[in-house]
């Protein structure tokens, strides 16, 4: 089992960056594909991003694709979700999940097995 701990969101201005992190304890990153995903209050939890074991294969969402990166340091156990050009549609709470089987519909929700507690992302205008 897998512990998923996000951090580094807050308040940003519009057109600004953060960086998101998911530390995991208890197993090996390495394991575990990983994703990313938000919330927003009264919608759904959508796919943001994920990226494979090895971290050589990455997918987003296409709102997000150019604006945000995800990469791993498996060394590090943790995995990053770099967020730039940050618009007003993007305040949600996010969220890192992991998956240890060998699904490739990165974009489910529901073949991620552990989920993180969230971080509240908010983007002012």
């Known amino acids: 089992q897998v512990q998923l701990v996000e951090s580094g969101g807050g308040l940003v201005q519009a057109g600004g960056s953060l960086r998101l992190s998911c530390a995991a304890s208890g197993r090996t990153l390495s394991r575990y594909s990983m994703g990313w995903f938000r919330q927003a209050p009264g919608k759904e939890r959508d796919f943001v991003a994920a990226i494979n074991r090895s971290g050589m294969s990455t997918y987003y969402a296409d709102s997000v694709k150019g604006r945000f990166t995800i990469s791993r340091d498996n060394a590090k156990n943790t995995v990053y979700l770099q967020m730039n050009s940050l618009k007003t549609e993007d305040a949600a709470i996010y969220y890192c999940?992991?998956?240890?089987?060998?699904?490739?519909?990165?974009?489910?929700?529901?073949?991620?097995?552990?989920w993180g507690q969230g971080t509240q992302v908010t983007v002012s205008s």
């Open positions: 999940a992991a998956d240890s089987g060998t699904s490739t519909a990165y974009a489910r929700p529901t073949i991620y097995n552990y």
